[in-house]
C-alpha cells in the first residue's frame, strides 16, 4: 500500500496492483456450451474462467488480450485474493480473546481461552472457538475505486487494502 495526492491535494491510501495483459483461451457460449463465459490464462497459472450474464455477448475472440487499459478511474471493481496466512494461531490472535487476569495467581494461564464447555455436557460444541489454523482465506472485497491506471506500465491504485502478501495473484472483475 501506498498514498496517492489526488488533483484537489487529499490524500488516498491505495494498494498498487500490477496488471499484466492476460490472454483468452476459449469463449464459452450458450448456444453450444449451455452457458456464457470467458476461459483467460495468465503465465504459468492455470487458466481462469469468468462467467458472463445469460444476455450478455462479448466482442472477445481466441488470443485476445486484455490489459490495464479496459480499466479507468471512476470504476467500481469486485477485487478477490487469498489472505496473508498465519499458521496455528491462539484464541488471543485468532479471536480476539483477552486472557486470563494479569494478577491473583495467573502464572502461565495469560493467553489461555478458558471454559470450553458446559456443567453436564461431556462433549465440546460445535463451532466452539479455539486455537487453529488462521488465515490463507480466499477474500472477496465489493466496490474498491479505481483512482489512477498507468497503461504503458501496466499499473493500477485501487482505493483502500486487498487482502494478500506481496506476489498473490488477485482476481480483478469490473462490476
Known amino acids: 500500500m501506498t498514498e496517492y495526492f489526488s488533483e ?12 499484466p495483459p492476460v490472454l483468452v483461451t476459449r469463449i464459452f457460449e450458450k448456444e ?7 476461459q483467460v490464462s495468465f503465465g504459468k497459472k492455470k487458466q481462469k474462467e ?7 455477448k462479448t466482442d472477445l475472440k481466441k488470443g485476445d488480450s486484455i490489459d490495464a487499459s479496459v ?3 471512476g470504476d467500481l471493481l469486485q477485487v478477490s485474493s487469498i489472505s496473508k496466512s498465519k499458521g496455528f494461531q491462539g484464541v488471543v490472535k485468532r479471536h480476539g480473546f483477552h486472557g486470563g487476569p ?11 481461552p478458558g471454559s470450553i464447555g458446559g456443567g453436564l455436557r461431556t462433549h465440546v460444541p460445535k463451532g466452539m472457538r479455539m486455537g487453529g489454523r488462521m488465515g490463507g482465506d ?14 504503458d506500465n501496466n499499473v493500477m491504485l485501487v482505493k483502500g ?15
Open 8 to 19: 484537489d491535494g487529499t490524500v488516498v491510501p491505495v494498494t498498487v496492483l500490477s496488471v
Open 161 to 175: 487494502a486487498v487482502a494478500g502478501r506481496r506476489g498473490t495473484l488477485v482476481e480483478v472483475i469490473a462490476r
Open 50 to 56: 469468468f462467467r458472463l450474464k445469460p444476455a450478455d
Open 138 to 151: 480466499r477474500i472477496t472485497q465489493k466496490n474498491l475505486k479505481v483512482i489512477f491506471v498507468d497503461k
Open 32 to 38: 453450444k456450451d449451455g452457458y456464457n463465459s470467458v
Open 102 to 112: 494479569r494478577s491473583h495467581g495467573q502464572k502461565h494461564s495469560e493467553r489461555e
Open 71 to 73: 480499466f479507468t478511474p
